[in-house]
């Protein structure tokens, strides 16, 4: 079964707007973290920001910041003004404790982001 | 400056023969991740393993194997028996503290082509 949800393969944005890009999870462990990555055409992952389950607040790193809503399971990443550098694949993931009480990563198919001029 | 190499950037061989795709990292990370790219799929856990010498299969680990025999390197041999094996390879580190913000850390990748 799908562990991480992304729906929107691709989105247009202009630039100095906002965007959201959706997630959704699945996990029945209480605790869990959220991440999200933007990997540019040079294939590198860059990590933008983390989001706790524990966590009270929303995560905000800059331009980036997470849209918790923990009932019902979503993790929907916000850029604000958007750049034409914010031009990438962004991925959303989750870090889950395995049976064997290890720690996996989770990776949705991601969605292309273009920014406009 | 620490980090994880993946060497090399781009790798060719003939189908039948098996490669080993190179991690190294210098985060004195326990935990190193391998990860398989394939267009609109997103990224597939190979294998993971977060002390020397113990490693688990991810969700696609058929086809591939890894050692772990020190905490720096975590190499991965994509054997003939991968029907697929095609794709651009990540590697990961991390720190598996559990509570606490411990990203993955990726390498540049190894984008394979198998013909």
């Known amino acids: 079964a799908q562990k991480i949800t992304q729906t929107q393969p691709g989105m247009f944005v202009q630039e100095k707007e906002a965007v959201t890009l959706d997630c959704t999870y699945d996990t029945s462990d209480p605790s869990y973290g959220l991440f999200w990555y933007k990997q540019p055409s040079s294939g590198e992952m860059i990590f933008l920001i983390y989001q706790g389950s524990y966590d009270q607040q929303n995560a905000t790193e800059g331009r980036y910041s997470l849209n918790f809503q923990k009932a019902r399971k979503s993790a929907n990443l916000v850029i604000s003004a958007s750049q034409l550098g914010d031009s990438a694949m962004y991925f959303c993931a989750m870090r889950e404790v395995s049976h064997s009480g290890t720690y996996k990563y989770i990776f949705g198919t991601g969605t292309r982001l273009k920014v406009l001029a | 400056d620490g980090g994880i190499t993946q060497s090399p950037k781009y790798l060719f061989r003939k189908e039948g023969q098996n490669v080993t795709l190179s991690c190294e990292q210098n985060?004195?990370?326990?935990?190193m991740y391998w990860y398989r790219q394939d267009p609109g799929q997103g990224l597939r856990l190979i294998y993971y393993?977060?002390?020397?010498?113990?490693?688990q299969k991810g969700d696609i680990a058929e086809g591939y194997s890894v050692s772990r025999e020190k905490k720096e390197s975590f190499p991965l041999t994509v054997t003939s028996a991968q029907k697929n094996p095609t794709a651009f390879y990540l590697c990961?580190?991390?720190?598996?503290?559990?509570?606490?913000?411990?990203?993955?850390?990726f390498g540049n990748g190894t984008r394979l082509t198998v013909t």
């Open positions: 990961a580190s991390s720190v598996p503290r559990q509570g606490t913000n411990s990203p993955l850390h």
């Open positions: 985060l004195n990370h326990d935990a």
């Open positions: 393993s977060q002390i020397v010498n113990d490693f």
